[in-house]
């Protein structure tokens, strides 16, 4: 407040609108740089107690007289509102295009109340599906505004207004209403009785009346509260968890499923997970398609999907468009899936016609395969022992957590994972077992995916030798019979917590060498991996790529924009090289890559050439030109990682000479290149 009244003095007046909002009334200059304002910026940090603050300056250009000073001071607020979030971007003006987002503003503000009184909101459900067959499990709720002048409106433009002017509560109660008269009737057509996901907002969340209501609509619908899930955000747990917390804990004792929503949006918190009591996590659309597009072994869905069974949890993944995208998911144990793969949002009329069918179809089976509710939600365990008498013996204790399933052969341990593995938690294996003997069962679960995040007991009478061949081979942990139950209940609890933290510390471990935005390795990564690398692998081939011009697509149209073209390159890269190949980010604008077994020159400067040019006609730089150079260092292993990176920076230098998106190989007695067809465009 000092600096600014002192940098204004008599020109101006200036004020304190609320916690971290100034304002300031001054004779308009010429024009509004943004030098000014970063060397602005720049002296504040300069203050006591004031660094790395961004400050962001919003202007309203006074020409009418007549517009009331408050109206001015949100003008200059909304303009500020615009660039929040974006890097390099220090001030924006008031102008038409903010005028006339708050006329639509003001005009669906205007019409939001008769629009609920008219029934222009329509109810949309998009099916969910369970992953295991493909079957119909259940449905979300969303709304549509079906305005009788405007047409449909996107719930992207209206949603945000109305909750930020509160009339969401109305909206959410009158989804909430129409989604339990919707399967009030078809449990009266005898549909199999499926649950319908709906959506709790923040502002919901405070009202006193919400537990009121939505018990006195299900006493109307004759429901019970488990048909009706209730989807809450990460995002409003972060904003008041404790609020969060007492009248989740009230719901779910009243018997509603709790799911929360985009989880992996950006709010996640696994101290949230363990305070907030949950059913059901539902990930993130982004979340999804981001992780399933990188490597089997990088990202951490599979630990989530860990953590989600540990946690008796089920999952529900937003978004799948795709075949692979399906298949990953079914690979790490997803519950149940929804996106435009299977189905798009649809009036209730034609997610009638797909419950209909499934019910026309449907045996017994089909009906149970319906979302399941918590109390059939738990665990299962899969014991496997010839002795019946033990098997029921230990099922009596095991069954308070797990749903046992026992089997008596090493054969129907090995058909019952190929029908169950995504649902078993643990197995409990005697080496006594028959057909095939239990040690070949226990070699043969090491080799096979599907069950390698699944801890394994083995049991068998006390022999030093079989415990240790078990363990060698790769079993969690040994229990030596005879034992109580309650003592291999122990053992259970403790073999699942560790298993969890494993799982959680290899994670932790690859994300150290992640690179967070696009999954590559970092430079510790990069050094980690190089030093692995054997004479077997030479000789090598160094790639040092730039994308030129990043900063301006930063400063130009916004750091997201720069890093969805980070995100571009990297799937680029991962495309054009080999699995074997290893890949890094260093730096903002700058990725290696290290190509194995490559002695061909020509070939390599071609390979870097082929991806520049890739790169310009995937179409993404039409905003702003964005290209790529690339030097390249031939390594036999004979120097450090160092020494070979510089190489190839001399080269990627010379690649930068004269014009962009040149390819540039090392050589001792100078650096060459054959200059790509991408120049000449």
């Keep these: 407040a000092e600096m600014i009244q002192e940098k204004i003095g008599e020109r101006g007046i200036c004020g304190r609108l609320s916690a971290d909002q100034f304002a300031c009334l001054i004779r308009r200059p010429q024009a509004y740089p943004q030098e000014y304002f970063i060397h602005a910026n720049s002296e504040i940090n300069t203050l006591a107690n004031m660094q ?107 949603i945000p207004l109305f909750e930020r002017n509160g009339f969401i509560t109305k909206l959410d109660q009158y989804v909430w209403e129409q989604s339990c008269a919707e399967l009030h009737r078809w449990d009266q057509a005898g ?250 069962v226990l070699k043969t679960l090491q080799h096979r995916i599907e069950v390698r995040d699944i801890p394994i007991i083995a049991t068998g009478y006390w022999d030093d030798q079989w415990e240790e061949a078990a363990l060698d081979i790769g079993a969690d942990d040994f229990a030596g019979k005879p034992h109580t139950p309650m003592s291999l209940w122990k053992r259970v609890q403790r073999t699942q917590s560790l298993s969890v933290l494993r799982q959680q510390e290899q994670i932790l471990r690859e994300e150290a060498y992640r690179d967070y935005l696009t999954g590559l390795l970092n430079r510790r990564g990069l050094s980690a991996v190089c030093q692995a690398l054997r004479q077997d692998d030479a000789p090598l081939a160094l790639f040092r790529f730039d994308l030129d011009n990043l900063k301006k697509v930063n400063d130009q149209l916004g750091r997201d924009q720069g890093d969805q073209r980070i995100r571009q390159f990297s799937h680029l890269l991962r495309s054009h090289f080999r699995q074997s190949d290893i890949l890094a980010r260093l730096g903002q604008d700058e990725f290696i890559v290290v190509m194995k077994k490559t002695a061909r020159k020509e070939a390599v400067v071609r390979k870097g050439e082929a991806l520049g040019q890739a790169f310009v006609e995937a179409g993404w730089n039409q905003d702003v030109p964005l290209t790529v150079s690339a030097g390249i260092a031939m390594w036999d292993l004979s120097e450090t990682l160092d020494e070979v990176l510089a190489r190839a920076d001399s080269a990627l230098k010379c690649a930068k000479v004269g014009c962009q998106s040149r390819c540039r190989l090392w050589e001792e007695a100078n650096v060459w290149g054959i200059r790509s067809e991408i120049v000449k465009k």
């Excluded at 007549?66 to 001015?72: G, I």
């Excluded at 974006?86 to 295009?97: E, G, K, M, P, R």
């Excluded at 059913?279 to 599979?302: H, S, V, W, Y």
């Excluded at 435009?340 to 009906?367: G, V």
Aim: aromatic share 8%; with cysteine; hydrophobic share 40%.
């Design 52 to 158: 790395n603050v961004v400050v962001k300056w919003g202007v309203y250009v006074i020409r009418d007289k007549q517009v009331s000073v408050e109206q001015m001071c949100d003008r200059a607020l909304l303009a500020v509102r615009r660039i929040k979030g974006q890097y390099n971007n220090y001030v924006a003006a008031y102008d038409d295009t903010l005028r006339n987002k708050l006329l639509r503003e003001q005009a669906i503000t205007d019409s939001m109340e008769a629009a609920l009184k008219e029934r222009q909101f329509v109810i949309y459900l998009q099916p969910k599906f369970q992953i295991k067959d493909d079957q119909l499990a259940g449905a979300e709720a969303l709304v549509r505004w079906n305005h009788p002048q405007w047409g449909f409106q996107s719930p992207a433009e209206f």
């Design 191 to 440: 549909y199999p009785q499926i649950s319908v996901s709906v959506n709790v907002s923040r502002a919901d969340i405070y009202n006193s009346d919400l537990i009121d209501f939505l018990t006195r609509i299900l006493k109307k619908y004759e429901l019970q509260p488990s048909r009706l899930h209730l989807e809450i955000t990460e995002s409003a747990y972060t904003e008041n968890p404790g609020q969060i917390i007492a009248t989740v804990e009230q719901l779910r004792t009243l018997g509603f499923v709790i799911e929360m929503d985009d989880f992996g949006s950006g709010y996640s918190s696994l101290n949230m997970l363990n305070q907030l009591p949950l059913d059901i996590l539902k990930l993130d659309m982004k979340f999804i398609q981001n992780e399933t597009a990188k490597p089997t072994n990088q990202g951490i869905l599979r630990f989530i999907m860990s953590l989600a069974r540990w946690m008796n949890l089920s999952v529900v993944a937003e978004g799948v468009e795709t075949r692979e995208q399906l298949e990953r998911l079914r690979e790490t144990g997803c519950d149940y899936v929804q996106g435009y793969y299977f189905a798009r949002p649809m009036p209730c009329e034609e997610f009638e016609k797909l419950l209909r069918k499934q019910h026309e179809q449907a045996s017994k089976k089909s009906l149970e395969n319906s979302l399941p509710l918590p109390d059939q939600q738990k665990p299962m365990l899969l014991l496997a022992d010839g002795d019946i008498r033990y098997c029921e013996e230990m099922r009596g204790v095991l069954s308070q957590q797990y749903l046992v399933q026992c089997v008596s052969d090493g054969q129907s341990v090995l058909q019952y994972l190929d029908m169950y593995a995504n649902q078993i938690r643990l197995i409990i294996l005697s080496l006594d077992l028959k057909d095939p003997e239990g040690i070949d």
